[in-house]
């Protein structure tokens, strides 16, 4: 599943005239050899993550292809079933309308609304399908031992509080993925101004208001930015679940952070050079890391015995 949405990302992102041809490529392999995707792959109950994410790609991919202007109906019936099948596969898949407009301001409109407007009839399906996929959603998840307003150990406030700070820690993890673990200690903020989350949540803004700034200047990176949010937001939002942080929850937002990562790289350093040459580094290093990370995976003594 995961070498599939590997491909589906890899002809996603061939589909979307503008990118900065390096982008194409260095994307899929860099989300292939990432130690943090370890968990979604290695760890069984995870493979939710893996299936949701292959619809969701696919409703992507479905989305950019010249379906959307020859066959509007039919793209969003497709498109439709995909998000059925994200959905029901993990439920934060919900997100997948957002990530479509998202795709199709920055890249395919080019930023413009007018011509956002021209693919309403796939917004409509989806629109009507969210309200009744957020039923299901909320009656599958409402009394879910591990997740939810039930929970004694973690309330609402304590959880949003905690989840400002995890959003960089979960940026740090993409970026420099060590530390590593499954079952990660934190802290939980019971107010907002307590392990300094108020300045996490500062940092929130900052970079969202950098993205919406930036969006013409620098579309790629502030596409990334806003998906990464867009697709951690239903684990690290106001809806509280038991662990603070897992790094399964990062499957689809490292796409994300990718994005962001190469579109600043590919603006301030542009050429295909330059950009192999972090590659050459960065690729073996996430890989040497991920064949690492799997072999205490492969050991269920070695993974609890994991500092």
Request: with cysteine; net charge positive; proline share 5%.
């Amino acid at each position: 599943l995961h070498l599939v949405n590997v491909i589906l990302l890899w002809r996603l992102l061939r589909r979307i005239r503008g990118l900065p041809a390096p982008v194409g490529w260095a994307a899929p392999l860099l989300f292939l050899t990432s130690p943090v995707q370890t968990e979604s792959v290695a760890y069984i109950s995870s493979r939710s993550e893996l299936l949701a994410a292959t619809f969701y790609l696919l409703a992507l991919r479905v989305f950019v292809s010249d379906w959307r202007e020859k066959h509007p109906w039919i793209t969003a019936l497709v498109v439709a079933f995909c998000y059925g099948c994200s959905v029901t596969s993990k439920q934060h898949a919900l997100t997948l309308p957002g990530a479509l407009l998202l795709v199709d301001y920055f890249f395919l409109a080019e930023r413009n609304w007018q011509r956002v407007r021209r693919n309403w009839p796939i917004y409509a399906v989806l629109g009507g399908l969210m309200v009744v996929g957020g039923f299901v959603v909320v009656r599958d998840v409402i009394n879910v031992p591990s997740a939810g307003y039930y929970l004694k150990e973690v309330t609402w406030k304590d959880y949003l509080f905690t989840q400002f700070r995890m959003y960089f820690l979960y940026l740090r993890l993409l970026a420099f993925p060590f530390g590593l673990n499954a079952d990660y200690d934190i802290a939980p903020s019971r107010t907002l101004w307590q392990h300094f989350s108020w300045l996490a949540l500062g940092g929130i803004v900052a970079l969202l208001g950098a993205a919406l700034w930036g969006r013409r200047r620098w579309p790629l990176a502030s596409f990334g930015v806003l998906f990464y949010f867009l697709t951690l937001f239903p684990s690290s939002s106001v809806y509280p679940l038991l662990d603070y942080a897992a790094e399964r929850r990062l499957y689809l937002p490292s796409i994300g952070f990718l994005a962001a990562a190469l579109g600043l790289a590919a603006g301030r350093w542009g050429t295909r050079r330059e950009l192999v040459w972090g590659l050459v580094v960065t690729a073996p290093a996430y890989g040497a890391g991920t064949l690492s990370r799997n072999r205490v995976w492969a050991d269920s003594l070695a993974l609890w015995e994991d500092p």
